[in-house]
């Protein structure tokens, strides 16, 4: 979903949602200056300290020598930020922050890497050290509680490794798909005539995994009125959060040349075939045909490709948030009414209503609102068009696959050691390094109950003496 509004926006949600996590672990001052380093903080830097300077000189001095942890790790940061090589006069923003990539080196695990990244890595450090620092106990707050026994359940390997693939059965079904994608276990004639629910799966794996498989949908901050959350639909954006190993995305071959491609198309394709066929073994008597494995494999490849391909198409590196617009409910339909020639009517109020399942949430077609942007709904009136002009067979298929390689990265230590050979290519510039898996589930916990970890992180005096200073 629009790549550069997203990124602020989730960043800025970010902010919101931990900032009670990390002013308590940071000081004021740190946020103002090292870590945030951009030209505009740095500047404002700048001329705070000539502002500081000149009522030192008005008033008497109490103790403005620097000498608090917070000042002096800041003051560090600053110094090791500053490319004294550059001149500030041409190049302002070398000067500043010119050395902050070599003082803050990406060790491989990051596709980018920021002072948002750094901070971060420490709120997941602190959530860990506050997590696992003790058992849950009952004079703790309940939602509390539940977070540190979530983070034991998920530091628990013993029972994974013993569950194998049959911890996965229970959620594939749950999110209405077979454990054996149809395409296996229907006849011919079967396949001709098979219907399948497609936006029902697809809101499952919403609630149950935190995923987007066709759809992109996220709540979060209107980006005009920070007090309201809205709707963002559009592109692909969330997800699952469930610690894995091979953090890598499957579809990965748009980069370098055919051969290169050739080669990881064949590992994807390898495993593929590997895990479904441990899957039909391990729950029915029949052994999977090569040749059906082979075409299951390029069903999902080439499904995966056209997803990532439409992505790609409309996403507008420039995008500012000022393309992001709200749209009524009826507008959308409108507008997938003319694209579609009214075969999906009624599709948005049928596809909320399912992904409201269980809530109290109605939606009025006429006057609620979701935000989007022009190429956002570009990509999902394609999207459509070509989930609806594919096979259904196909397309459980893709959502079977889509679920279970989330989960599969972290069932047995056999399955694992197998992608892990497969996946992770001798490929020094995309070198996976896996992280412990304690950070790992700490930032699963601190994903999914982000408010209760905070309660255990945040300073008690954060609400009197920290936030009104950062309260805008
Ligand atoms: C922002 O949202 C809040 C909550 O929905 C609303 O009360 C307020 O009027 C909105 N402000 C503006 C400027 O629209
Ligand atoms: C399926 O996997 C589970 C867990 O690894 C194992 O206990 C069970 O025996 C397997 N079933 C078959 C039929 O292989
Ligand atoms: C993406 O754009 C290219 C160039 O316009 C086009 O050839 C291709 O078919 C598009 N892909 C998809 C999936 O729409
Ligand atoms: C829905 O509303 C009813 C009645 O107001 C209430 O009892 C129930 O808890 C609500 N359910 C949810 C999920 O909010
Ligand atoms: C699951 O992933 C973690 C890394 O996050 C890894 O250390 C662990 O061995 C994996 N579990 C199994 C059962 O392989």
């Given amino acids: 979903m629009l790549k550069s509004t997203t990124c602020r926006k989730t960043q800025f ?40 300077k000149s009522t030192l000189r008005n008033t008497k001095p109490k103790s403005k020598i620097c000498t608090s942890d917070e000042c002096l790790r800041t003051a560090t940061n600053l110094k090791y930020s500053i490319d004294f090589t550059a001149d500030p006069c041409s190049n302002f923003y070398q000067y500043t922050c010119g050395k902050w990539p070599e003082e803050h080196p990406n060790h491989g695990w990051w596709s980018s890497f920021s002072s948002f990244t750094t901070i971060s890595e420490r709120v ?54 077979p454990v054996v994608p149809s395409l296996f276990t229907l006849a011919d004639t079967e396949k001709d005539t098979f219907s399948f629910d497609w936006v029902k799966s697809e809101t499952l794996i919403k609630q149950i995994f935190m995923m987007d498989v066709f759809i992109g949908f996220v709540i979060d901050a209107n980006i005009y009125n920070g007090s309201e959350n809205v709707i963002y639909i559009g592109q692909l954006y969330q997800k699952c959060p ?31 075939k590997y895990i479904i066929k441990e899957i039909i073994t391990n729950t029915t008597s029949v052994q999977p045909v090569e040749d059906v494995l082979n075409e299951a494999a390029n069903i999902i490849l080439d499904m995966a490709d056209y997803i990532e391909e439409l992505n790609m198409n409309y996403t507008n590196p420039d995008e500012t948030e000022e393309d992001t617009f709200s749209m009524t409910f009826s507008d959308i339909q409108s507008q997938t009414d003319i694209f579609l020639e009214e075969r999906e009517s009624n599709f948005w109020m049928s596809y909320f209503e399912n992904l409201f399942t269980g809530t109290n949430i109605t939606i009025d077609p006429e006057t609620d609102l ?30 079977w696959w889509t679920i279970v390689y989330a989960m599969i990265i972290n069932t ?36 999914y109950m982000g408010f209760a970890v905070s309660y255990v992180l945040a300073d008690e005096a954060f609400p009197m003496t920290t936030k009104p200073k950062v309260s805008i």
């Avoid at 399955?415 to 995309?430: A, C, F, G, R, S």
Wanted: charge should be positive.
């Fill in 242 to 272: 469930l610690p894995s190993p091979i953090k890598q995305k499957m579809t990965y071959r748009l980069r370098s040349g055919t051969e290169y491609q050739e080669l990881i198309r064949e590992r994807q394709s390898n495993t593929i």
């Fill in 412 to 447: 047995s230590s056999d399955m694992v050691e197998y992608i892990n050979k497969q996946l992770v290519y001798h490929d020094t510039e995309n070198a996976v390094i896996a992280r412990s898996r304690s950070l790992e589930c700490a930032l699963l916990v601190n994903n």
């Fill in 124 to 177: 997941a450090i602190s959530s860990l050290t506050a997590l696992a620092s003790k058992p849950s106990s009952d004079d703790e707050p309940k939602s509390l509680q539940k977070s540190r026994d979530f983070y034991k359940s998920c530091m628990d390997i013993d029972p994974l490794d013993r569950l194998g693939l049959t911890a996965m059965y229970k959620y594939i079904t749950r999110a209405k798909l």
């Fill in 370 to 399: 979701l935000y989007t942007t022009q190429l956002d709904v570009q990509y999902l009136l394609r999207i459509l068009k070509y989930i609806l002009e594919s096979s259904k067979i196909h397309v459980e298929l893709y959502m």
């Fill in 13 to 52: 949600t970010w902010l919101l949602l931990t900032m009670s996590v990390f002013f308590s672990i940071l000081s004021l001052a740190e946020r103002q200056t090292g870590t945030l380093c951009t030209p505009q903080e740095a500047l404002t830097f700048r001329c705070r300290r000539q502002a500081e």
